[in-house]
Structure formats: C-alpha cells, structure tokens
C-alpha cells in the first residue's frame, strides 16, 4: 500500500509539497483518495496571516 500511495502522489500531486497520501480506494469507476497536508501552517488566501489552524475541509469530487 505504501509503494501504491507513494506512486499516486508522484502522478496526481507532483507540484505540491507538504502533502501525504493517507489511503487509496479503487473500483471499476472511481480511485478515491484520501491526502492531508503535513505543512505546520499556511497563509489566509484573503489576507495572508499566518495560521497554524485548520479553518475548513471539504471533499472535492
């Protein structure tokens, strides 16, 4: 499972760091996968301050 998650990572998110691919879910339609971000904190896309806390998730579809 590492192997396939590592490799995934390689292919769907090559230009994003900080990121960890947590699990991968595979049927004849869809792959599902699960990533977190490991970066201690991120700028506010609205006014740039620094944050250390999660303000939102959602699931992309």
Known sequence: ???V???LKELLLPSIADIAVL????NIEIVGV???CTAVGAGCTGCGVWSARVHSSYLRA
Do not use: K
């Open 5 to 7: 998650a590592l490799r």
């Open 23 to 26: 699990s991968v879910d595979v």
């Open 34 to 36: 699960e990533a977190q």
């Open 1 to 3: 499972m590492e192997e």
